[in-house]
């Protein structure tokens, strides 16, 4: 169920982001084994800026290259807790260009029985403006959503209460900008087309 969410997010953020690098979505999501792993989206453009402003303009040759400067990007700028324990590290890290780009990476230190999560993705902070719609989603939870910016330092905390994740500080104002609002709006009637076409498919 959670891959059919995820591909039918791709096709919703798709068109949101492709061209607006300020705006990107990070996903905390738990796989059917309790493992962990977050699926960070952002436009081409966003990539392609904070890899250039960090390491230089010609810094990379081949995609390749590009590929292993975004990983070592989002492994310094990518911070996830549970529980209050050390952060997480990340094991196999994807990446897929496209004007929209795809990175997708394994937690390890992660784990099922969530009393708290610390999220910060300062990947784009180098961005004007620049915001990431925090999406968690766990087996059994409420899907829960909150805003990274500037403004509370690109990091969310949450505690688990009564099977929902709730925000415990640093607090922003909640009047994004339109582009935001329609991407989270479209994102949660997907989530629900999701959960329709996993029942059809338990009922045949």
Known sequence: ???????????????????????????????????????????????????????????????????????????????IQFNSLPTCTFGQIDVKLGHETSVTMELIGATSDVSDLKVKNSAFMDIHKNQSALIVLKEGFLKSQFIMTNDNDHTIQLKAENNEFISIGNEIDESINLSTSFMIIGAIGILFIGFALYILKIKR
Do not use: C
């Not at 738990?30 to 960070?40: A, F, I, N, S």
């Not at 303009?57 to 911070?79: C, T």
């Open 1 to 79: 169920m959670r891959y059919i969410i995820i591909a039918l997010l791709s096709l919703l953020s798709m068109t949101a982001m492709a061209h607006q690098p300020d705006i990107s979505t990070t996903m905390l999501v738990e796989k059917e084994d309790g493992q962990w792993m977050v699926v960070l989206r952002a436009s081409l453009t966003a990539f392609q800026h904070e890899v250039r402003y960090t390491y230089g303009e010609d810094s990379y040759k081949s995609p390749e290259a590009f590929h292993e400067l975004v990983k070592a990007h989002l492994r310094k700028h990518v911070n």
